[in-house]
């Protein structure tokens, strides 16, 4: 899912197909550019690393703990 715009999906659930739109702003999550994800090597790699697991707000926690909520529900372990 990005950050950086829209993203369009389908489900399949019980023989149906449902489309749908994530926009990051509907979930409480600013859209960000692809470039500020972006590293140029191992050390800015290590920094972006360290901000997520050290919980601090960022682009790159965003994209994690967006992503890790679709792979929670995609695996029917919450409910939406």
């Given at each position: 899912i990005?950050?950086?715009?829209?993203?369009?999906?389908?489900?399949?659930?019980?023989?149906?197909?449902?489309?749908?739109?994530?926009?990051?702003?509907?979930?409480?999550?600013?859209?960000?550019?692809?470039?500020?994800?972006?590293?140029?090597?191992?050390?800015?790699?290590v920094a972006?690393?360290?901000?997520v697991?050290?919980?601090?707000p960022?682009?790159?926690?965003?994209?994690?703990?967006?992503?890790?909520?679709?792979?929670?529900?995609i695996?029917?372990?919450?409910?939406?």
């Amino acid at each position: 899912i990005s950050l950086a715009s829209p993203t369009h999906a389908v489900e399949l659930k019980n023989h149906q197909l449902t489309f749908f739109t994530i926009k990051p702003p509907d979930l409480g999550i600013d859209y960000q550019s692809i470039s500020s994800l972006k590293v140029e090597n191992p050390a800015q790699s290590v920094a972006k690393i360290t901000k997520v697991f050290s919980n601090i707000p960022s682009p790159e926690r965003d994209m994690v703990l967006l992503n890790a909520a679709a792979g929670l529900y995609i695996a029917d372990a919450v409910p939406n």
